[in-house]
């Protein structure tokens, strides 16, 4: 099992910065690849971007590329979001997601998730 706890989230005004953090523990967060993902109220589950178990390999969604970045740190069970330059549409709730073998852009190839954290950008 793993467990995932998400931090960061808040009220911030269009233009501003945020990075969410995203703990793990319950096994060993080397070789988790790694995931974010948000939520919109009335919209489906988006990908976010993704970080491979090693973290030398990511890759954005296009909405949020230039301006977010995915690391991870795995001598402190980690993994981050930078958000930069943040828009009213990017108001959501950020889930972050792990999985053992699965490096996707889907979010139903992820068998753990965090409970999530707002974000709210304000016009």
């Known amino acids: 099992q793993v467990q995932l706890v998400e931090s960061g989230g808040g009220l911030v005004q269009a233009g501003g910065s945020l990075r969410l953090s995203c703990k793990a523990s319950?096994?060993?967060?080397?070789?988790?690849?790694m995931a974010w993902f948000r939520q919109a109220p009335g919209k489906e589950r988006e990908f976010v971007a993704r970080?491979?178990?090693?973290?030398?390999?990511?890759s954005h969604a296009d909405s949020v590329k230039g301006r977010f970045t995915i690391s991870r740190d795995n001598f402190r069970n980690t993994m981050y979001l930078q958000m930069n330059s943040l828009k009213p549409e990017d108001t959501a709730v950020y889930y972050c997601?792990?999985?053992?073998?699965?490096?996707?852009?889907?979010?139903?190839?992820?068998?753990?998730w965090g409970q999530g954290t707002q974000v709210t950008v304000s016009s």
């Open positions: 319950g096994r060993t967060f080397s070789t988790l690849l």
């Open positions: 970080v491979s178990s090693s973290g030398r390999h990511t």
């Open positions: 997601a792990a999985d053992p073998s699965r490096y996707s852009t889907s979010s139903a190839a992820y068998m753990y």
